[in-house]
């Protein structure tokens, strides 16, 4: 038996190939399915079939665009209800590849219709040797069940279902049995999933906190309590992928715009998107932009901040940026980028156009500030609860960044703000959001609470 893992660290996305006697399946394919092609190719095997775990919110899948440039099925389980021709499979259902054979467990609670897949190579024994848990099971974690609310089943009931296919089902396999899911740590679909990609049965029964002896009961309140709020991209991309995203291959590049063309298509709404790191937007960035760096999770953040039915004009440093840009946003759903600027902030300057600034301040500046002016001058911590109740700057008020467009209110206009997050990131995001909604007295905290705490500062805790 042939297996890899494909781990994509922007999305924190697990997808797989699993090969034998020339034939191949891709479970939980990503939305560009070249990589699979290729390793494909490469080991000699041609792909039959395409298999989701679930519809996925976080994420576009590539399932259309893989099975019809190879002729594969695509396989759902049969609670998914998707819009195209597939295989729909239920508890026990087998495909088999070669010698190995995929054996299909209903497993719902992340999602009504989620399957694991029990994985057996036939040519060393007759038991799996490892399951791919989809969002059912994480390592270090389970998968949030508040995501079919939408359908009219609550958070709870969906706990209960999981709790159910945990322990009925994943948790009856032998300890050895090695555990492949779908996402790793900094995904949306958990909460505390662990840096590792893959575990075993034994070894999360032991050290997962959601896997622990507990009654139902516990286990629904523990897995529906601080759930971080639901990104507004989750149920368009699960529509998408319902009806099976069109292909990427052919599209083509996004066109260079001139300075003039870009502030013109901003005039009429469309979102400017700097994808350059946050000292580079500081430094300089067209009035109005917003910052989202290809350095961080940039299609998690630009599916929960940018609006779908906007145009995108992409800003960054080289064509290769707006490529990656492009690419990552279409996995996410993001479709209308519509151009970039021609050049970068090159040709903007060279335009003689106006150029805003965000100034930097680290944490020493910070501390300093503090200590001169602490009544007036505001500290936001756009960080997620338990982060900031873990450490924060003294003082610092908390409305998280996916939170903050809706809330900013309760920020007063007229003083000064230092906006802080882990490391700089989410709080350049931060800054450019309120500076569009006319904040002007802003400052980004270089290296963020992590360097704050590190430079031995004073830090509350909860």
């Known amino acids: 038996m042939y297996f890899k893992q494909f781990y994509l660290g922007c999305l924190a996305q697990a997808s797989y190939l699993i090969g034998s006697e020339g034939e191949a399946v891709v479970v939980d394919p990503r939305r560009d399915v070249d990589e699979y092609l290729a390793e494909a190719k490469a080991q000699g095997l041609e792909i039959r079939y395409v298999v989701e775990t679930h519809l996925h919110a976080d994420f576009v899948s590539g399932h259309r665009e893989l099975a019809e440039r190879t002729g594969a099925t695509i396989v759902f389980g049969a609670r998914a209800g998707v819009a195209f021709p597939h295989r729909a ?122 896997l622990q002896p507990m009654s139902k009961q516990e286990f629904v309140r523990l897995a529906t309590a601080d759930l971080p709020e639901q990104p507004q991209y989750f149920d368009r991309d699960v529509a998408i992928n319902r009806e099976g995203a069109p292909w990427l291959r052919d599209r083509p590049p996004p066109p260079a715009l001139e300075p003039a063309e870009a502030q013109a298509r901003a005039g009429k709404g469309a979102q400017l998107l700097d994808v350059r790191a946050a000292a580079a937007f500081g430094t300089g960035h067209l009035p109005g932009s917003w910052n989202i760096g290809l350095g961080g999770q940039f299609a998690s953040w630009a599916g929960t901040l940018l609006e779908p039915q906007r145009e995108i004009v992409v800003v960054a440093d080289d064509e290769g940026g707006v490529a990656e840009a492009a690419l990552r946003l279409s996995r996410v759903g993001l479709e209308r980028v519509t151009g970039h600027l021609a050049r970068g902030l090159v040709s903007w300057h060279a335009a003689g156009l106006p150029v805003a600034t965000l100034p930097q301040w680290p944490v020493d500046e910070l501390r300093a500030r503090l200590e001169e002016d602490a009544p007036r ?27 903050l467009e809706r809330e900013a209110g309760v920020l007063d206009r007229s003083r000064p703000m230092a906006v802080i997050c882990a490391g700089g990131y989410r709080s350049s995001a931060a800054c450019s959001l309120l500076r569009r909604q006319g904040f002007e007295s802003l400052h980004n905290v270089v290296g963020g609470t992590s360097a704050w705490i590190a430079a031995g500062y004073p830090t509350e805790r909860s």
């Open 89 to 210: 499979v239920s508890d026990g259902d087998e495909i088999r590849i070669g010698n190995v054979v995929l054996r299909f467990l209903e497993t719902p609670g992340h999602t009504p219709e989620s399957v694991s897949v029990l994985v057996i190579d036939t040519q060393a024994s007759s038991e799996p040797s490892l399951v791919l848990t989809g969002d059912t099971l994480f390592i270090g974690d389970v998968g949030r069940p508040d995501l079919a609310g939408s359908h009219g089943t609550s958070a709870q009931e969906m706990a209960s279902i999981l709790y159910d296919s945990l322990h009925g089902k994943l948790l009856s396999l032998p300890d050895a049995t090695a555990v492949y899911p779908a996402h790793g740590a900094g995904s949306l679909c958990g909460r505390h999933i662990s840096q590792e990609t893959s575990s075993t049965i034994g070894d999360q029964r032991r050290t997962n906190y959601a």
């Open 377 to 403: 001058l505001q500290v936001l911590d756009v960080r997620r609860p338990a982060e900031h109740a873990a450490g924060r700057v003294p003082g610092a008020l908390n409305i998280p960044l996916d939170r």
